[in-house]
Nanobody, 125 residues
Framework: QVQLVESGGGLVQAGGSLRLSCAASGRTFSRYTMGWFRQAPGKERDFVAAITWSDGRTYYADSVKGRFTISRDNAKNTVYLQMNSLKPEDTNVYCC??????????????????WGQGTQVNVSS
């Protein structure tokens, strides 16, 4: 069992930065690939970024590549999403998730087993 709690969301002007954190409980955190997804009201959930448990390899959606950076600190059971050069279209609820062991389609939300409640990010123009 893994419980995830996000923090770090808020209101920022376009061009600004935010760092989201996702704190996990559970001693097996280091064995999960972790992902960030975002979802606007009435829309489907979109993949943002993922980081593997085995070698720390990272993956990004094209829309955030070069602006967002995902990282993890297994000693602190925490995964981060550094968001720079934010745009109004980045406004969303951001959720972190832990992928089911043995799965590897990091951008498929159906392969993620545990989810946080999400944190709201608002980017003003």
């Amino acid at each position: 069992q893994v419980q995830l709690v996000e923090s770090g969301g808020g209101l920022v002007q376009a061009g600004g930065s935010l760092r989201l954190s996702c704190a996990a409980s559970g001693r097996t955190f280091s064995r999960y690939t972790m992902g960030w997804f975002r979802q606007a009201p009435g829309k489907e959930r979109d993949f943002v970024a993922a980081i593997t448990w085995s070698d720390g390899r990272t993956y990004y959606a094209d829309s955030v590549k070069g602006r967002f950076t995902i990282s993890r600190d297994n000693a602190k059971n925490t995964v981060y999403l550094q968001m720079n050069s934010l745009k109004p279209e980045d406004t969303n609820v951001y959720c972190c998730a832990a992928q089911l062991p043995g799965y590897s389609n990091y951008d498929n939300d159906n392969e993620y087993r545990y989810w946080g409640q999400g944190t709201q990010v608002n980017v003003s123009s």
